[in-house]
């Protein structure tokens, strides 16, 4: 998954790049070179491309990828602040996750709501659709999706996960992506580094990314869309009680080594090591429930 808290960021220097180049209309946006340029992952690029594409300020071709709709110069300027589209996201995420909200709205009832203009709703409201517990309707519509609410089903959610993800590492099919493990591994060092001061999105992000990233590598599509489904559902109620963190030096030390070991082909102590990981996490998780 993106580390969702960059988007805002990332498009403002997307569009900075191409005012800085004088790109013209139909002038392409590689991803990679993107991604090398500012020193992050291709994820998060292509993240912050498809919402420039909802804005129409970008649009993709099958197999092409990315090419400017208008000329660099003709892009208006964008409310791109991130702490306000922050601010925005956590509370409709607290008011979701208190029922306070009805299952479907128009972008107009949410902008009385919340006093927003309609850009920076739809960059928040686009946000919540990539995670997966908002979809959008046709017309301006949008309906919130599932949500686990219940100590019971988080904790049978950890319980799949642990079955599920320690036997995708055990596949033939599993294939190591040296290039998405060095991306892994760079990831955990760095919220190693900052777990106190980031936010709960790109903590959440940053985990998810790590063990879908491993479903990816187990080359079948069944159990990747599995894990990505139960990390849906599980979000919000992440957010609700993951407010201490003093556990997460020890997660982001155990992804790590879960990667040394499938990188010294040992899959039987990974998936091991995985499940008893994942199963840990659920139970101590599932104790805040209290």
């Known amino acids: 998954m993106a580390r969702v808290s960059l988007s805002p960021q990332i498009i403002a220097r997307i569009v900075d790049h191409a005012r800085a180049q004088n790109m013209q209309a139909g002038q392409h946006l590689p991803a990679q070179l993107l991604a090398d340029s500012f020193k992050v992952s291709r994820q998060p690029i292509v993240s912050a491309l498809k919402k420039l594409e909802q804005m129409g300020i970008v649009q993709s071709e099958p197999n092409r990828g990315y090419f400017l709709a208008c000329?660099?110069?003709?892009?208006?300027e964008m409310d791109t602040d991130a702490a306000a589209d922050d601010a925005l996201y956590d509370r409709i995420?607290?008011?979701?996750?208190?029922?306070?909200?009805?299952?479907?709205?128009?972008?107009?009832?949410?902008?009385?709501?919340?006093?927003?203009?309609?850009?920076?709703?739809?960059?928040?409201?686009?946000q919540i659709a990539d995670e997966g517990w908002i979809e959008r309707l046709p017309?301006?519509?949008?309906?919130?999706?599932?949500?686990?609410?219940?100590?019971?089903?988080?904790?049978?959610?950890?319980?799949?996960?642990?079955?599920?993800e320690m036997q995708a590492l055990l596949l033939p099919s599993f294939r190591i992506d040296?290039?998405?493990?060095?991306?892994?591994?760079?990831?955990?060092q760095e919220?190693?580094?900052?777990?106190?001061?980031?936010?709960?999105?790109?903590?959440?992000?940053?985990?998810?990314e790590f063990h879908e990233m491993l479903?990816?590598?187990?080359s079948n599509e069944f159990f990747l869309d599995a894990v990505r489904r139960v990390n849906r559902v599980r979000r919000l109620m992440e957010y609700s009680i993951t407010h201490d963190r003093s556990r997460l030096p020890q997660q982001c030390r155990e992804h790590l080594q879960i990667l040394d070991l499938i990188e010294q082909r040992d899959m039987q102590a990974a998936a091991t090591?995985?499940?008893?990981?994942?199963r840990e996490a659920g139970n101590i998780k599932a104790a805040l429930f209290e």
């Not at 000329?71 to 208006?76: F, L, R, T, V």
């Not at 919130?144 to 599920?164: C, G, H, P, V």
């Not at 479903?215 to 187990?218: G, H, V």
Request: charged letters at 25%.
């Open 71 to 76: 000329n660099a110069d003709e892009i208006p």
């Open 93 to 126: 995420a607290a008011d979701c996750l208190a029922r306070r909200l009805p299952d479907r709205l128009s972008e107009n009832e949410l902008m009385r709501l919340y006093g927003v203009a309609r850009g920076r709703l739809l960059r928040v409201l686009h």
């Open 139 to 164: 017309g301006n519509g949008w309906e919130f999706r599932e949500i686990l609410t219940s100590r019971k089903a988080y904790s049978e959610a950890y319980q799949f996960r642990a079955a599920i």
């Open 178 to 188: 040296q290039a998405a493990f060095a991306d892994a591994r760079r990831h955990q």
């Open 191 to 208: 919220l190693l580094a900052s777990y106190e001061s980031e936010s709960r999105q790109k903590v959440f992000g940053t985990n998810i």
């Open 215 to 218: 479903m990816t590598c187990a």
């Open 273 to 278: 090591f995985l499940y008893s990981h994942i």
